[in-house]
């Protein structure tokens, strides 16, 4: 009887090792694909790009042979480049912070409205995500430049003399990317206004609470966590992204990856380039963890029910 | 004099009548519960009364003065939500101490009153704590005393102990009553729980379809229903119909059940027949002919199921199906067995006549 119990035990225990041998592989099996475009479109090219970074320039061939921290140095002690580094930080903080206070209310709207309205509120937030990077950007240019049609317009009115420079500046730039980030903000902060109990709002209101003081009370401290995670997505897409300030700003309002790209393209300085890249990722993940260790934090009291 | 007072308040959803002409009266300091099924408007109702919802038509007076036409923050009313609805972000202390501030209470005084009305429902020592950290009892204690700290006009409860388990819900229904009670504050328990609503309320307000059907003590709703749902609603029923034979004049009639004569006070015309309702333990049987039971007729045993302290014995009679409950002290089940023929009888005065007309 015992010696039964004991292999019948053993079995058990080896079926369940057996099961677990089958789900381990099951799970590679399907992050398989996924893995494989990512180690080798991404990861590999990535890390030649690092290893590129530590080597000399060659005029003829682009890299040379020998390795250097020079490229790095030579970033971190011209003012011009640091320069760059501080106003593609602060385009991404202005362009984050104007995203919250535009989103905010849209997310608050979306998510009081029911049925078709919803749907519909819903579209127009996700539009500029379905219209192409460049013909946005451009539609912007058609309205911002010295004889387009905001000019045009203050100008017809009388309100102006001459034409306002707007496009290549810095304005342009963050205009053009609260167009195109905002929507994740609205989403983000629409997720945690939706996880919100009703209850917990006319709680508020049993105990004397006016909207005005429900809403500062309890809606803005209970949606933080989505307004952390809007903003770690808003502030990381902004530092990076390319198209909207080569096309709104150009050369006038150099940013990191805008100079990332004229060092390879134009100037084919590969090794440099991929300093600046270097520079520019390690940027943007110590923001981003920066903001997840905000973010643990604000979550702490927020229990999810 | 009444304290809370609804008068022929309407709610319409999508054009259709949720509650219709709902008219009550609630003394000062008196437990009422809303007792009835499962989308009978009973959240509705408090919903309007505690403001969430606006009245349709009709009014509500809160102390002679109407409220129906303020904004939730201006009732006054305490609430106890289903799902405590504590603000997950602060903490008891911070959660309790919020109807304070918002009071501008001072700070020593608020230290004073959250600390009274945590030890009220003995949660002293929690203060810190998150309500995430907290058993769904404990934060449905916090709920209480955050809704009893600042002094309520009014305490609204909606199905306050659905989300616990038996046992807790037990035990905390007679605290709230205890709390209640100590406190005297009038107050509406939303239920659909029948047991729960006999066993703590002043009066119950049986509601149906958006209406009240009866609003009586628990004792009188049980004994004495006035509707049909009622007496079906509350407590487990017999239907049984029987025949008049004679109608005095009275109010008194000799009817005809079971193959058995019986007189009973209910007015009627000869020939008629009429429908009654009868509990299934005011159903009584002996296995031989007494004194008490000599109207009775035989019926035959079919199923016996032991209830613990009590046995319930599954009878037919004149191809109708009897339910009879006896206490096991009364009747050792062991003298009786499935295929037994038993005497069944009941005292008149225990049937309840129906309004049903069939
Ligand atoms: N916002 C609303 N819109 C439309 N119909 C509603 C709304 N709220 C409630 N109803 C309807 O009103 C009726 C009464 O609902 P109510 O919530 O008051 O029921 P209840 O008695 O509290 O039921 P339960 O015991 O299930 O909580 C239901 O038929 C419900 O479908
Ligand atoms: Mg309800």
Same mark, same amino acid.
């Given at each position: 009887m015992q010696v039964g119990i004991g292999t019948e035990n053993d079995l058990l225990l080896k079926q369940k090792k057996k099961n677990l041998k089958r789900k381990r592989i099951d799970t590679w099996l399907l992050l398989l694909p996924t893995l494989a475009i990512f180690i080798f479109f991404f990861l590999l090219p990535l890390f030649f790009l690092f290893i590129t970074s530590f080597k000399t320039f060659d005029p003829s061939s682009g890299i040379g042979n020998e390795w250097t921290l020079q490229n790095y140095i030579k970033f971190m002690s011209d003012p011009f480049y640091l320069g760059v580094v501080w106003r593609t930080v602060k385009i991404a903080l202005i362009t984050t912070l104007i995203t919250i206070f535009i989103s905010y209310p849209v997310a608050f709207q979306i998510s009081k409205s029911r049925g078709r309205a919803r749907n519909y509120f819903t579209l127009l937030v996700l539009s500029p995500l379905l219209i192409s990077m460049v013909i946005r950007c451009y539609g912007w240019v058609i309205l911002l430049s010295n004889n387009g049609v905001v000019n045009n317009t203050l100008l017809s009115l009388g309100w102006i003399d001459e034409p306002l420079t707007l496009l290549y500046t810095e304005l342009s730039v963050v205009i053009g990317m609260v167009h195109v980030l905002f929507p994740y903000m609205v989403l983000s902060i629409m997720g945690s206004l939706e996880k919100i109990d009703p209850s917990v709002i006319r709680a508020s209101q049993n105990l004397g609470a006016s909207s005005f003081r429900t809403f500062f009370s309890i809606m803005l401290p209970l949606t933080l966590p989505g307004v952390f995670a809007g903003s770690v997505m808003v502030f990381s897409l902004s530092v990076s992204s390319f198209v909207t300030p080569a096309i709104l700003g150009g050369p006038q309002v150099k940013v990191m990856s805008y100079l990332t790209y004229e060092q390879v393209a134009v100037m084919l300085n590969w090794p440099y380039g991929g300093a600046i890249g270097f520079l520019l990722i390690l940027i943007a993940s110590i923001t981003i963890i920066a903001y997840s260790k905000i973010l643990a934090r604000s979550e702490k009291g927020v229990a999810i029910q | 004099m009444s304290y809370l007072s609804l008068e022929n308040v309407v709610k319409t959803f999508n054009k259709t009548e949720v509650v219709k002409k709902l008219s009550l009266e609630i003394h000062k300091g008196e437990l009422v519960s809303f007792l009835g099924p499962s989308g009978c408007g009973k959240t509705t109702t408090l919903n309007m009364i505690a403001g969430f919802l606006e009245v349709d038509g009709g009014k509500i007076e809160v102390d002679g003065k109407p409220?129906?036409?303020?904004?939730p923050n201006k009732r006054e009313m305490g609430m106890v939500f289903q799902n405590y609805a504590l603000f997950p972000h602060m903490t008891v202390y911070e959660n309790v101490a919020y109807g304070l501030k918002l009071r501008k209470v001072a700070k020593s005084e608020i230290k004073i009153r959250v600390q009274e009305a945590l030890e009220m429902v003995r949660l +002293?020592? =929690?203060?810190?704590? =998150?309500?995430?950290?907290? +058993?769904g009892g404990q934060q449905q204690r916090v709920s209480l005393a955050r809704a009893l700290v600042i002094k309520p006009k009014v305490l609204l409860l909606d199905e306050?102990? +659905?989300?616990?388990d038996a046992k807790l819900r037990q035990e905390m229904r007679e605290e709230i009553v205890d709390i209640q009670k100590k406190v005297g504050i009038t107050t509406i328990f939303v239920t659909h729980d029948q047991e729960e609503a006999l066993a703590i309320s002043d009066r119950i307000a049986v509601m149906y379809e958006g209406r009240i059907e009866q609003v009586d003590t628990p004792a009188a709703i049980y004994n004495y229903p006035k509707t049909d749902f009622v007496s079906q609603f509350i407590g487990e029923v017999n239907h049984i119909q029987g025949k008049v034979l004679e109608a005095y004049s009275d109010k008194r009639c000799k009817m005809h059940f079971f193959g058995n004569e019986q007189i009973v006070a209910i007015q009627s015309v000869k020939d008629s027949e009429v429908h009654f309702f009868i509990r299934p333990e005011k159903v009584q049987i002996s296995l031989g002919k007494s004194n008490e039971s000599k109207e009775a007729f035989l019926s035959k045993v079919e199923r016996k199921m032991f209830l613990g302290a009590k046995t319930r014995y599954i009878l037919r009679a004149n191809d109708q199906h009897l339910v009879a409950d006896i206490s096991n002290t009364v009747l050792n089940p062991n003298q009786i067995q499935e295929g037994n023929n038993v005497y069944t009888f009941w005292n008149p005065e225990d049937l309840l006549p129906s309004r049903m007309v069939r």
């Amino acid at each position: 009887m015992q010696v039964g119990i004991g292999t019948e035990n053993d079995l058990l225990l080896k079926q369940k090792k057996k099961n677990l041998k089958r789900k381990r592989i099951d799970t590679w099996l399907l992050l398989l694909p996924t893995l494989a475009i990512f180690i080798f479109f991404f990861l590999l090219p990535l890390f030649f790009l690092f290893i590129t970074s530590f080597k000399t320039f060659d005029p003829s061939s682009g890299i040379g042979n020998e390795w250097t921290l020079q490229n790095y140095i030579k970033f971190m002690s011209d003012p011009f480049y640091l320069g760059v580094v501080w106003r593609t930080v602060k385009i991404a903080l202005i362009t984050t912070l104007i995203t919250i206070f535009i989103s905010y209310p849209v997310a608050f709207q979306i998510s009081k409205s029911r049925g078709r309205a919803r749907n519909y509120f819903t579209l127009l937030v996700l539009s500029p995500l379905l219209i192409s990077m460049v013909i946005r950007c451009y539609g912007w240019v058609i309205l911002l430049s010295n004889n387009g049609v905001v000019n045009n317009t203050l100008l017809s009115l009388g309100w102006i003399d001459e034409p306002l420079t707007l496009l290549y500046t810095e304005l342009s730039v963050v205009i053009g990317m609260v167009h195109v980030l905002f929507p994740y903000m609205v989403l983000s902060i629409m997720g945690s206004l939706e996880k919100i109990d009703p209850s917990v709002i006319r709680a508020s209101q049993n105990l004397g609470a006016s909207s005005f003081r429900t809403f500062f009370s309890i809606m803005l401290p209970l949606t933080l966590p989505g307004v952390f995670a809007g903003s770690v997505m808003v502030f990381s897409l902004s530092v990076s992204s390319f198209v909207t300030p080569a096309i709104l700003g150009g050369p006038q309002v150099k940013v990191m990856s805008y100079l990332t790209y004229e060092q390879v393209a134009v100037m084919l300085n590969w090794p440099y380039g991929g300093a600046i890249g270097f520079l520019l990722i390690l940027i943007a993940s110590i923001t981003i963890i920066a903001y997840s260790k905000i973010l643990a934090r604000s979550e702490k009291g927020v229990a999810i029910q | 004099m009444s304290y809370l007072s609804l008068e022929n308040v309407v709610k319409t959803f999508n054009k259709t009548e949720v509650v219709k002409k709902l008219s009550l009266e609630i003394h000062k300091g008196e437990l009422v519960s809303f007792l009835g099924p499962s989308g009978c408007g009973k959240t509705t109702t408090l919903n309007m009364i505690a403001g969430f919802l606006e009245v349709d038509g009709g009014k509500i007076e809160v102390d002679g003065k109407p409220v129906h036409l303020l904004p939730p923050n201006k009732r006054e009313m305490g609430m106890v939500f289903q799902n405590y609805a504590l603000f997950p972000h602060m903490t008891v202390y911070e959660n309790v101490a919020y109807g304070l501030k918002l009071r501008k209470v001072a700070k020593s005084e608020i230290k004073i009153r959250v600390q009274e009305a945590l030890e009220m429902v003995r949660l +002293s020592g =929690y203060e810190k704590r =998150y309500p995430k950290e907290l +058993s769904g009892g404990q934060q449905q204690r916090v709920s209480l005393a955050r809704a009893l700290v600042i002094k309520p006009k009014v305490l609204l409860l909606d199905e306050p102990l +659905s989300n616990l388990d038996a046992k807790l819900r037990q035990e905390m229904r007679e605290e709230i009553v205890d709390i209640q009670k100590k406190v005297g504050i009038t107050t509406i328990f939303v239920t659909h729980d029948q047991e729960e609503a006999l066993a703590i309320s002043d009066r119950i307000a049986v509601m149906y379809e958006g209406r009240i059907e009866q609003v009586d003590t628990p004792a009188a709703i049980y004994n004495y229903p006035k509707t049909d749902f009622v007496s079906q609603f509350i407590g487990e029923v017999n239907h049984i119909q029987g025949k008049v034979l004679e109608a005095y004049s009275d109010k008194r009639c000799k009817m005809h059940f079971f193959g058995n004569e019986q007189i009973v006070a209910i007015q009627s015309v000869k020939d008629s027949e009429v429908h009654f309702f009868i509990r299934p333990e005011k159903v009584q049987i002996s296995l031989g002919k007494s004194n008490e039971s000599k109207e009775a007729f035989l019926s035959k045993v079919e199923r016996k199921m032991f209830l613990g302290a009590k046995t319930r014995y599954i009878l037919r009679a004149n191809d109708q199906h009897l339910v009879a409950d006896i206490s096991n002290t009364v009747l050792n089940p062991n003298q009786i067995q499935e295929g037994n023929n038993v005497y069944t009888f009941w005292n008149p005065e225990d049937l309840l006549p129906s309004r049903m007309v069939r």
